[in-house]
């Protein structure tokens, strides 16, 4: 995506208004998850989307002490246990 350069500002809260634009092109809807990173001075926010800890999959996932996982790699790892 092409730098915006929108400026706005933080309330006494910490919070800030991400522009409808923006988050029309990125589909963000109420109760979006963003990942938050630093770089620098930069602060990098991206749309947060729970991935297999294992493989990466973005199907089927179950949560277990905040990871997700698949249940492709839950069943390999069940098998394996036997
Ligand atoms: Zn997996």
Do not use: W
């Not at 589909?27 to 620098?40: Q, V, W």
């Amino acid at each position: 995506m092409k730098a915006a350069g929108y400026l706005v500002r933080v309330d006494n809260l910490g919070r800030i208004v991400i522009p409808v634009r923006i988050r029309r092109a990125l589909d963000l809807h109420n109760d979006s998850c963003l990942e938050l990173f630093t770089e620098e001075d930069r602060i990098i926010m991206r749309r947060y989307q729970a991935v297999c800890a294992f493989c990466g999959s973005e199907e089927s996932l179950t949560e277990y002490k905040e990871k997700h996982i698949c249940a492709h790699c839950l069943e390999a790892i069940n098998k394996s246990r036997v």
